[in-house]
């Protein structure tokens, strides 16, 4: 079974920066079950949104329209962790944010953001910006 575990996330003033990070453990002989890894958020009250999306063997990274600019995805296949780097925080990216990974084959990028794709998930980390 895929464990994901996310840590980086606090508290954090507006206009600051943080950097998230998902490290993954996958079941010996079943590195297929990751595929794409993705970010997402969701605040009280609020649906959960996709952030950004990466596929681990290629393809460009896809992001949400509401943090594209201010958020890079990374990946560092050796230490199975991606990354979000995420600067110029304001409010409105208070959430928690959630580490999710997928393993379908083949996944378009307007679809790189739906939740369903993925079906493992971490815990999460939360992320609080204060103005």
């Known amino acids: 079974q895929v464990q994901l575990v996310e840590s980086g996330g606090g508290s954090v003033e507006a206009g600051g920066s943080l950097r998230l990070s998902c490290v993954g453990s996958v079941p010996p002989g079943d590195i297929y079950s990751i595929r794409w890894m993705a970010w997402f958020r969701q605040s009280p009250g609020k649906e959960r949104e996709g952030v950004a999306s990466i596929g681990i063997y290629g393809g460009r990274p896809v992001y949400a329209d509401s943090v594209n600019g201010r958020v890079t995805i990374s990946r560092e296949n050796a230490k199975n962790t991606v990354y979000l780097q995420m600067n110029s925080l304001n409010s409105e990216d208070t959430a928690m944010y959630y580490c999710?990974?997928?393993?379908?084959?083949?996944?378009?990028?307007?679809?790189?953001?739906?939740?369903?794709?993925?079906?493992?998930w971490g815990q999460g980390t939360q992320v609080t910006v204060s103005s």
């Open positions: 999710a990974a997928g393993g379908r084959t083949w996944l378009p990028e307007n679809e790189a953001l739906w939740g369903y794709n993925y079906n493992n």
